[in-house]
């Protein structure tokens, strides 16, 4: 019974497989698989956005939306379709071909970023032994989308965010790539599928192999998640839209639906990246624990993924914005060279066999390393409470 | 001749082509990243999954970037660049010809223009990764010293110049010009 549960859209799509001529089989495959993919996201990607306003709402002492729908649910809806019905402006001075493709150069790339991600026990939509290559290389092509957009407007705002916007990506994709080639050492492959399966429970443990159950999992873990938020350009990392300063950097000059188009990669990129950390550190579809196997894995994959959303909104609701020189810095300064120490720290870690011995050399190298290193970025400045003038003088708080 | 290698195949012709014949030098660079992509999806399509994702990740990600950055930041004014001086353009004609004869020439000398008769097998990643750490592992080294000096020089570049009025820098107590 929970074996049939577990495999339940495997079978599904199995039986609609069965009942065409082979020769058209494996293109029903992919476009009920893409089409299950796309839907499900998009779907979320409009509830998200409901609960990211409403939770958001919820922290700034405000309602949020609360008129469409049961308590304001569908305004999704309400938005898409005021996105559909306005007017389209490409401003005269634009080049108009590239101004047309970008939206649909960046949101492709995401959107590809899917297919390698495994949402449960033989639900990935394409199995290659090159997965997570497959993963960044996708990912990596959007920058090239943002510097298109933000080029053809011909608007220095819209330039000027791009150019952050591609800084920062450059920047925060090298610690997003590195953290996880320490999972690639241990795993041994590529694979995302392989990846998953080699943190599941071996038979008679109880605890899973999560890559984040061990020190320098953890840190990668850390690592991915910060240059993911960098890489979605959210909060605190979203100054490539800085509202306040350049008012929506490289998509300003857009309007209507290929406004959405932006706003829908943004989130989507969010999703593929938040789970790509579920698969690589958080066991994918596995069950933390051996004796709770009997949940479906397809429901373990998108808790683990609903949490790390709630996270990025947590984030996103709480912390102020960097400064461009601070975000820079952070990247190339800390990031790095803690990404590149968790290469050797994983290498000790395999060959001492993990266990009592890899915890007792990984956990100092890997502290020692943070509080150096942040002790020496710091200097000698001091940081303490800041005193506003008019806000707190004198006001016991 | 799949229908994929002439689709590819195509994108990579008519992205060379936009990369010589567009006015705009944006959009020449543009244009040559189709080039980059028809290239990738050919080597995809051959089954050398590592390189064709490797080349996307560094040639699309990566050198693009670069390429666009350059020509913004050097454009001289608004608008289309001034035209290539004809007269030297036989230099590059023979040079292209030159290395195209080469190429064919490689070529033909490993295949003899005749299709292989047994199938092609290709290396995984994981063959890749141990020709790597076994058999070059001294040119593998070498790259990566390579890249570091590459690197260091970057970063000196890059760094403030501190006291002794070297270039560039404006004398104590006087406002840098705007």
């Known amino acids: ?397 | 001749m799949t229908p994929w290698f002439l689709l590819f195949g195509g994108l990579v012709v008519v992205g060379a082509l936009g990369a010589m014949a567009l006015r705009n030098p944006v959009h020449c660079g543009l244009s040559l990243v189709v080039t980059f992509v028809g290239l990738a999806g050919t080597y995809l399509d051959l089954g050398a999954d590592f390189l064709g994702l490797a080349q996307i990740l560094v040639y699309v990600g990566a050198v693009a970037i670069l390429l666009v950055f350059v020509m913004l930041l050097t454009r001289t004014g608004r608008g289309e660049s001034p035209e290539v001086r004809p007269g030297g353009w036989w230099w590059g004609g023979l040079v292209a010809a030159l290395v195209a004869v080469g190429l064919v020439g490689a070529l033909a000398s490993v295949s003899g223009w005749k299709p292989r008769s047994e199938p092609m097998t290709f290396p995984t990643v994981r063959d890749l990764g141990v020709a790597l750490m076994t058999d070059f592992v001294l040119p593998l080294q070498l790259v990566g010293v390579v890249l570091t000096a590459a690197m260091i020089g970057a970063a000196i570049l890059a760094l403030p110049e501190r006291r002794g009025g070297r270039v560039g820098r404006t004398p104590k107590g006087e406002e840098p010009e705007q």
Not at chain 1, 21 to 42: E, M, S, T, Y
Not at chain 1, 71 to 94: C, H, M, N, Y
């Open chain 1, 1 to 397: 019974m929970a074996a049939n549960v577990d495999q339940i859209f495997v079978h599904l799509m199995q039986m609609m497989v069965d009942r065409v001529p082979d020769a058209v089989a494996p293109w029903v495959r992919a476009a009920v698989g893409v089409g299950a993919v796309l839907g499900l996201f998009g779907l979320l990607f409009g509830l998200t956005t409901v609960c990211e306003r409403k939770g958001i709402a919820r922290m700034q002492n405000r309602l949020g939306p609360n008129r469409v729908g049961p308590f304001g649910f569908l305004q999704f809806a309400a938005d898409g379709i005021k996105s559909l019905t306005k007017e389209d402006v490409v401003p005269r001075s634009a080049d108009r071909v590239v101004h047309y493709l970008a939206p649909l150069a960046l949101l492709t790339p995401v959107v590809l970023t899917f297919l390698v991600l495994p949402f449960g026990r033989n639900m990935v939509l394409m199995h290659v032994d090159t997965g997570l290559l497959f993963f960044f290389a996708a990912g990596a092509s959007t920058e090239l989308a943002v510097f298109m957009a933000g080029w053809s407007s011909r608007n220095k705002y819209s330039l000027l965010g791009a150019m952050r916007a591609i800084a920062q990506m450059i920047s925060y994709e090298l610690p997003f790539i590195l953290s996880t080639v320490g999972v690639v050492m241990i795993a041994g492959t590529l694979s995302t599928v392989g990846i998953v399966e080699s943190q599941a429970a071996r038979p008679g443990e109880w605890l899973a192999r999560w890559n984040l159950f061990t020190p320098w999992g953890l840190a990668a873990f850390l690592l991915f998640l910060i240059a993911a938020f960098a890489e979605a350009n959210r909060s605190p990392f979203d100054l490539p839209e800085g509202e306040s300063e350049i008012v929506a950097g490289y998509f300003i000059e857009y309007s209507g639906f290929k406004f959405a188009l932006f706003f829908m990669a943004e989130y989507l990129g969010m999703f593929a990246s938040s789970g790509m950390a579920v698969t690589l550190f958080l066991g994918g579809w596995t069950a933390p624990v051996a004796a709770l196997d009997w949940i479906p894995s397809w429901l373990w994959f998108f808790g683990k993924l609903l949490a790390l959303i709630a996270l990025f909104i947590w984030v996103r609701g709480t912390t102020p914005r960097l400064r461009m020189d601070q975000l820079m810095d952070f990247a190339w300064k800390f990031m790095l060279p803690l990404a590149l120490l968790i290469l050797p720290v994983v290498a000790v870690w395999h060959y001492l066999g993990g266990g009592w011995r890899g915890w007792l050399f990984c956990t100092p190298v890997l502290a020692a390393a943070y509080v150096l290193l942040g002790r020496a970025l710091v200097g000698r400045r001091r940081i303490q409470r800041r005193v506003y003038r008019y806000a707190g003088e004198g006001v016991a708080s």
